[in-house]
């Protein structure tokens, strides 16, 4: 499974980024491979508009399985996103990457 | 850390005048955060003293270098907004008008034109007369992008709320529901909506808890001015249980809230009544954020 989780930071211990559109980062966690990396998401967080469907374009060049995020996407976004077939998991903000990835596992994160 | 977004929908329900109160009975255990950029007027209020100022940039402006300028057309011609316009054979830039798409500076034959960052307003940091640290920010007039100005005040309110260990972030939003306000619902814990019972009131209050529902946001409902039309009142709280919306409390219509407001003071520092009434609303906040 690919995992992207909107990211504040870059390491597990980073905080998830309530926001989809102008999250800092992303962070695609591949299970498979253990292989963690790190996208900067600044250029979309400096774009004057349409940072939600451009974060949007980011992850379906990532082609994750799921996404954990916080608010969530809003509607233009999220209807890119529905073409993906990807599971997402919202309210996940307040967490750690290893605490959401934890709670993922566990099947206790709230699915949009 | 949790982070209160004050809103209303309709404009002049008294938001400012709540959040306001609430952060001077919050003083010592909060940051404030103004994220009505575009009229931003908390500091009317909390009279903040500024540490730190930056300008804010969106989106990019066209500048024309006259130097360079061969006065051709070109760039005029092909400007589907009207941007430029000439004034005695000289070429000029409104910088009001200019959406900054970068066509006139791709067309120009001597590269006279060059897209800049454009300068879109400035940022704040400051300590509120309350000695708490307030993020708050400033749009230009005519300037684009409030949304991103948010983020950004909202994520500086943040990184204090962190380093000043506070247990809240007391956001005062925007009116409406378009950018602003769903910048500044980022990260919210609960909002507090404050309206009041008109019909516009309930039209504008109903329209932004359908956005508020599409992020799963808890809220609660504050009626303001809550005796000048009981029966509006009444069916404002009808709708907000319909919509499992926390009823939190009515003020009644008070001149002690304009009065404060010209002394530059909150309700809660000239109404003992007032006080009493916004403590024990500001209470059921908390209450309603721990049994989240």
New interface residues.
């Given amino acids: 499974m690919k995992i992207v989780f909107t990211s504040s930071g870059t390491d597990w211990d980073a905080l998830i980024d309530?926001?989809f559109g102008?999250t800092a980062y992303l962070v695609l966690f591949n299970e498979d491979t253990a292989h963690f990396e790190v996208i900067d998401n600044g250029a979309v967080?400096a774009d004057?508009?349409g940072?939600g469907t451009a974060t949007a374009q980011q992850i379906y060049a990532l082609h994750p399985d799921v996404l954990i995020t916080?608010?969530?996407p809003?509607?233009t976004a999220a209807k890119a996103l529905k073409n993906l077939n990807m599971r997402i998991y919202?309210?996940a903000?307040n967490l750690s990457l290893k605490e959401a990835y934890l709670k993922y596992q566990q099947n206790a994160l709230?699915a949009l | 850390m949790h982070e209160v977004v004050v809103l209303s929908g309709k404009g002049g329900t008294g938001k400012t005048s709540v959040t306001a109160s609430f952060s001077v009975l919050a003083a010592g255990n909060t940051i404030i955060a103004d994220c009505d950029v575009d009229a931003a007027n908390m500091h009317l209020l909390m009279d903040p003293k500024t540490q730190q100022q930056e300008a804010f940039y969106s989106g990019e402006l066209a500048e024309l270098d006259l130097a360079s300028c061969i006065s051709c057309g070109k760039c005029k011609e092909s400007c589907h907004i009207d941007a430029i316009s000439v004034i005695k054979d000289t070429y000029r830039i409104n910088a009001f008008r200019c959406e900054g798409c970068g066509y006139c500076a791709l067309i120009c034959p001597t590269e006279a034109i060059s897209m800049k960052a454009r300068r879109s307003g400035d940022f704040f940091l400051s300590i509120a007369r309350t000695g708490d640290p307030m993020a708050h920010a400033r749009l230009d007039p005519g300037a684009d992008n409030s949304g991103k100005l948010v983020a950004k005040v909202k994520t500086e309110a943040k990184k204090l709320a962190e380093r000043y260990q506070r247990d809240f972030i007391l956001v005062d939003g925007a009116p409406g529901i378009g950018c602003p306000v769903v910048s500044s619902l980022a990260g919210a814990n609960y909002v507090a909506l404050v309206t009041e019972p008109s019909a516009s009131g309930l039209h504008d209050l109903k329209r932004l808890v359908e956005v508020l529902q599409k992020f799963r946001l808890k809220a609660g409902c504050i009626i303001n001015k809550a005796d000048l039309q009981p029966e509006q009142a009444e069916q404002i709280k009808a709708y907000c249980n319909e919509k499992n919306i926390d009823l939190l409390g009515s003020l009644p219509y008070d001149p002690a809230f304009t009065e404060a407001m010209i002394q530059g003071k909150t309700v809660v520092e000239t109404s003992a009544a007032l006080k009493q009434k916004i403590s024990r609303i500001w209470e059921t906040i908390q209450y309603k954020i721990n049994s989240l």
């Fill in positions: 309530p926001r102008r967080q004057a508009h940072a916080g608010n969530g809003g509607e919202v309210d903000h709230k």
